[in-house]
Antibody, heavy 117, light 111 residues
Framework: QVHLVESGGGLVKPGGSLRLSCAAS????????MGWIRQAPGKGLEWVSY????????YCADSVKGRFTISRDNANNSVSLQMHSLRAEDTAVYYCVRDLAWNVDSWGLGTLVTVSS | QTVVTQEPSVTVSPGGTVTLTCASS?????????PNWFQQKPGQAPRSLIY???NRHSWTPARFSGFLLGGKAALTLSGVQPEDEAEYYC???????????FGGGTKLTVL
C-alpha cells in the first residue's frame, strides 16, 4: 500500500529555513516523478516543485525559485524540500505527491509550515 | 501567466447530476493537457479522482466521469451523494516552464 508521510513543518521566523521530508512506502521514489504542492490557509492548491525520475529535470514555481530546493534520496526512499529565506506568504500546508506519467495519484497528509515573527 | 478557471461554486440536489468544468486561458483544453481532477473535503488532504482526462483510479466511484466538453475539461457526478460535498480541483499540464497549473477549485454543495 502506498504511503507518503511528510515531516519537518513548524513555526519559523521570516528569513528562516526549514527542511521538509517525505518518507515513501509501498513503492520506490526512483520510479516516479515526485513533487510538493502547497495550500495556504483557506486558499487553493499550488505546485511548488517537482523532480523527474532521473533527476534530469527539476521544476520550481517562480514564487519559490532560488529559495527552495527539491531533492531525492533513493537509498532512503524519500524526497526533501529545503526552504530558505522563508516569507509570510510561504505559510501553508505542504503536501508530498507522486506522479506517474501525468497521473498525480497519491498525496501525503501534509505538514504545516507557519512563517511568522 | 497561465490561468485555469473553474466555477467557484455549484449546488446540486441529492441524486442529481452535475458537471464541473475546467478552462485554460491559453485556449481549448485537449487531451494533451492531461487533465487531473481532485476532491478535497474540509480538514483533509486532496484525493485523486481522475487522471489523463477520463481515467478513474481504483478507488474512484463509477459515478465520477471525466471528459472533454466544448474546449474544456469536465467532471460529471451522476447520482450525487451527500458525501460528495467537497471542493473539486482540476489540474492541467502546460509543459515548460510551468508544467502543472491548478484551477481555483469548485465548492460543490449537496442540498
Amino acid at each position: 500500500q502506498v504511503h507518503l508521510v511528510e515531516s519537518g513543518g513548524g513555526l519559523v521566523k521570516p528569513g528562516g529555513s526549514l527542511r521538509l521530508s517525505c518518507a515513501a512506502s509501498g513503492f520506490s521514489v526512483r520510479d516516479y516523478y515526485m513533487g510538493w504542492i502547497r495550500q495556504a490557509p483557506g486558499k487553493g492548491l499550488e505546485w511548488v516543485s517537482y523532480i523527474t525520475r532521473d533527476t534530469s529535470t527539476i521544476y520550481c514555481a517562480d514564487s519559490v525559485k532560488g529559495r527552495f530546493t527539491i531533492s531525492r534520496d533513493n537509498a532512503n526512499n524519500s524526497v526533501s524540500l529545503q526552504m530558505h529565506s522563508l516569507r509570510a506568504e510561504d505559510t501553508a500546508v505542504y503536501y508530498c505527491v507522486r506522479d506517474l506519467a501525468w497521473n498525480v495519484d497519491s498525496w501525503g497528509l501534509g505538514t504545516l509550515v507557519t512563517v511568522s515573527s | 501567466q497561465t490561468v485555469v478557471t473553474q466555477e467557484p461554486s455549484v449546488t446540486v440536489s441529492p441524486g442529481g447530476t452535475v458537471t464541473l468544468t475546467c478552462a485554460s486561458s491559453t485556449g481549448a483544453v485537449t487531451s494533451d493537457f492531461y487533465p487531473n481532477w481532485f476532491q478535497q473535503k474540509p480538514g483533509q488532504a486532496p484525493r485523486s479522482l481522475i487522471y489523463r482526462t477520463s481515467n478513474r483510479h481504483s478507488w474512484t466511484p463509477a459515478r465520477f466521469s471525466g471528459f472533454l466538453l466544448g474546449g474544456k475539461a469536465a467532471l460529471t457526478l451522476s447520482g450525487v451523494q451527500p458525501e460528495d460535498e467537497a471542493e473539486y480541483y482540476c489540474m492541467l499540464y502546460f509543459g515548460s516552464p510551468q508544467p502543472w497549473v491548478f484551477g481555483g477549485g469548485t465548492k460543490l454543495t449537496v442540498l
